[in-house]
Every structure is written in structure tokens, then in C-alpha cells.
T-cell receptor
Framework: EAQVTQNPRYLITVTGKKLTVTCSQN?????MSWYRQDPGLGLRQIYYSMNVEVTDKGDVPEGYKVSRKEKRNFPLILESPSPNQTSLYFC?????????????FGEGSRLTVL | GNSVTQMEGPVTLSEEAFLTINCTYT??????LFWYVQYPGEGLQLLLK?????DKGSNKGFEATYRKETTSFHLEKGSVQVSDSAVYFCALRGSGAGSYQLTFGKGTKLSVIP
């Protein structure tokens, strides 16, 4: 089954404790992206990657890191999480750039930073 | 930069009522426009799209027409069902250098009651 898989789905952590949210897709997509969803703000893009070893900042990259060492994986790293990073995070992928808008989303990872 | 403005929610309708969710955009060039839907507890899914002016996207009884003269892409459905209860996001993909990103509206929550 074609899918984007995120882990963990739910996480409660404390300020400053490094964490990684993994994202994996099995569709051989070149483009991958991370979004955060907050009430009243909708979805905002954090980082995206056009292909292996190619990443770029989205609209809200501060406090986040990403890497794209393999085509299928695009982990989101919070080196020192803070409470304002409490949010619902979505990973998404598409075959190339989202030129057709055919972004495929994971089910989301709900992160709480205390 | 590009931006998308959606009508504020939540919207509550009775089953079989007519639905309109307004969406207007600001962009340079020739953007492509999309509607995504997020069912409770899930990631976003592409609902429909239109890639040039006067195009009509349609799916599952939903329709939206790309109106360049009014910079709008309103979502409509003639008779909603309880199963249509979800959050709906209007999105825009810019042209040229902006074609690698989708800009989302803030989302409109629809609740359909029997």
C-alpha cells in the first residue's frame, strides 16, 4: 500500500530534550516536506526537499533541522524543543515538485513540549 | 508573496443543504489551485484541483472553478452528507520559482448534522 508513515504519532517531551520525528514514504517520491498545523494558523511549511541531499527552508524553519540521506526518509529533528513547538506535524511527499498538487500526507504526529 | 484566504469557520449545515466555502488568493503569474480535505484524525487528501483560469475541478460531488478575474476558487456541493464533515483547505501553488511550495489557507471546519 502506498503511504507516508510518521513516527511517533504522539509524543510528550520536556523543554530541551532532543527528539526526532521520522518520516518514510514507499512511493519513490523525490519531493518531501514537513508542515506544522496550529489552530487558527492552518498549515505552515517547515522544510522541504526536492531530492536526496537537497533541502530548503519553508516558512517557519526556526528551531528545526532536516536531512535527506535517502530518497524514502526525511526525518524532522528538534535539537532543543521549546513549548512553542507544541503542534501537530505532517510529513508529505509527491513524485516531483508538487506541480500537480498531488501531495500525499502522513497521519500526523502530535507533539507536546512541556 | 502568495497567500490564500478562506472563509472563517466553523460551518454547520443540515444534511442535503447546499455548501459554499469561499477562497480567494493573491499570487503573481499563473498559479494552480487546490482543495484538500482533512477527515478527523487523518492527514490531508487532495479533493480537487484546477491548473488554469476557467478550469473546473470536481470530485465526490464537490466543484470549484478557477476565476482569475475575481482571484477566487470557491468550493461548492449541492447536497452535503454527514460523511462530508471535515476540515477543508484551499491551497495555491505558485508559478516559476514558487512552484516548489504549496501555500495553504487556514482551513474551514464543516460539520453536517443529520
Amino acid at each position: 500500500e502506498a503511504q507516508v508513515t510518521q513516527n511517533p504519532r504522539y509524543l510528550i517531551t520536556v523543554t530541551g530534550k532532543k527528539l526526532t520525528v521520522t518520516c518514510s514514504q514507499n512511493m519513490n517520491h523525490e519531493y518531501m516536506s514537513w508542515y506544522r498545523q496550529d489552530p487558527g494558523l492552518g498549515l505552515r511549511q517547515i522544510y522541504y526537499s526536492m531530492n536526496v541531499e537537497v533541502t530548503d527552508k519553508g516558512d517557519v524553519p526556526e528551531g528545526y533541522k532536516v536531512s535527506r540521506k535517502e530518497k524514502r526518509n526525511f526525518p524532522l529533528i528538534l535539537e532543543s524543543p521549546s513549548p512553542n513547538q507544541t503542534s501537530l506535524y505532517f510529513c508529505a511527499s509527491s513524485l516531483y515538485s508538487p506541480s500537480t498538487g498531488e501531495l500525499f500526507f502522513g497521519e500526523g504526529s502530535r507533539l507536546t513540549v512541556l | 508573496g502568495n497567500s490564500v484566504t478562506q472563509m472563517e469557520g466553523p460551518v454547520t449545515l443540515s444534511e442535503e443543504a447546499f455548501l459554499t466555502i469561499n477562497c480567494t488568493y493573491t499570487a503573481t503569474g499563473y498559479p494552480s489551485l487546490f482543495w484538500y480535505v482533512q477527515y478527523p484524525g487523518e492527514g490531508l487528501q487532495l479533493l480537487l484541483k484546477a491548473t488554469k483560469a476557467d478550469d473546473k475541478g470536481s470530485n465526490k460531488g464537490f466543484e470549484a472553478t478557477y476565476r482569475k478575474e475575481t482571484t477566487s476558487f470557491h468550493l461548492e456541493k449541492g447536497s452535503v452528507q454527514v460523511s462530508d464533515s471535515a476540515v477543508y483547505f484551499c491551497a495555491l501553488r505558485g508559478s516559476g520559482a514558487g512552484s516548489y511550495q504549496l501555500t495553504f489557507g487556514k482551513g474551514t471546519k464543516l460539520s453536517v448534522i443529520p
